[in-house]
C-alpha cells in the first residue's frame, strides 16, 4: 500500500525557491556525504554549518567540518558546538568512524576557523536574519537544537521543519532500543520532539535501507573528480565496520535526511506520533513511536520507513558529479 503523503510533507511541495537550511552534524563519514549531497542540490541553500559531539569529540567534528567544507568550497560560517551533550556525559563511536572521526582519504585544512560563538548563537543568528522560516538538519546528537530552543524559544516560529538523522520505531543501534545520535542526548531530543516543530524523522527504519554496495562505491569513484574520489574512499572505510557486522553495504544514514528535502518521492513513511525515553535502565534514548494510535496524540513527527535505495544511490552519483 502507497503511504499517503502527510501534511507534514505538503511543505516541501509549496515552495518554489531554494530551501534555506542549517546543517548541524558530528562528521562522521556519512554527515559528510550528506553535506556534499547537501552542496551539490539547487533546491537548497546552505546558511552555515555547526557540529555537535557525537562521533567523536566537539574538537575533532568541528576540524573534521571544516575539512569537509574545504573540500567543498562550502564557503560559509562554521560554529562549534557545546563540548558534551546537555545533562549527560558524551558517547563517540570510534569503532565506526575511526581515531580522527572521519579516517580515510587525505582532506585539505579547514579554510577558516569556527566564528567566536557558539552553535546554537549561530543557528539564532541565521534564523534572526533570515527572510523565511529555515529547515534545520541534524545528522548527529540533537545537542545544539535543543540549546538553541531551550536558548530562544522565541525563534520556534524561524524553524520552518526539522528534517533529522536520528532514532528508530523498531529498533536500535547503539543499544538494542536505541539509535546512536538520540541514545548520546536524549534530553535534547526529547526538547526537540516536543517542540511542536514539524520534523521529517529518518531512523534506522529507513536509513539501514539506504544501503551503498561496493560496486556503488566504484561507481561513485568512475566518475572521476576528487570529491568522487574521496566520496568512494569514505563510503570504502565506513563499510569496514558495517560489513563485520553482515551488512551487505554502507548505510548512509545522515544522506536521507537530506534526500527529504530534495527528493521525497523516493521516501515513504507514516505521521506518528513519537516519544524520547530519558530514563530506563534499557530503553534509555529509544525514540516510541504510537504505532497503534493509543495515546490519542497528534502525530509530531514524519517518520520514513522505505526508501527506493537505486535511485538513493543515483543521487549519489549525481551528487559527486557536481564537482566536476
Ligand atoms: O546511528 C547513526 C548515526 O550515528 C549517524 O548520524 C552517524 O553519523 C552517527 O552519528
Ligand atoms: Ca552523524
Redesign the pocket.
Known sequence: MVETRSNIQTFYASTSQPLPIILD??P????AIAWVLARSRPELRILCVTSVC??QTIEKTTYNAGRIMALLGMDVPLAMGLPKPLFRDPII?DT??GKTGLDGPELPEPMKSPVACSAAELMAQCLKESDEPVVIVP???LTNVGALLLLYPELKSKIRHISL??GGIARG??TPAA???ILVDPDAAKIVFESGIPITMAG?DV?ERALVYPEDFERIRRVGNHVASVVAGWLEFFYHFHQSLGYPGAPV??AVAVTALIRPEILTGEDLYVQVETKGVFCRGATVGDLNKVSGKPPNAYCLKDINRNAFVDLLVEAVTYYG
Not at 562522521?28 to 554527515?31: F, L, P, Q, V
Open positions: 552534524g558530528d562522521g563519514h556519512d554527515d557525537g562521533n563511536a565506526v568512524h545528522t548527529g546528537p538523522m536520528g543501534n547503539w539509535e546512536f545520535n534506522l536509513t544514514h545522515d
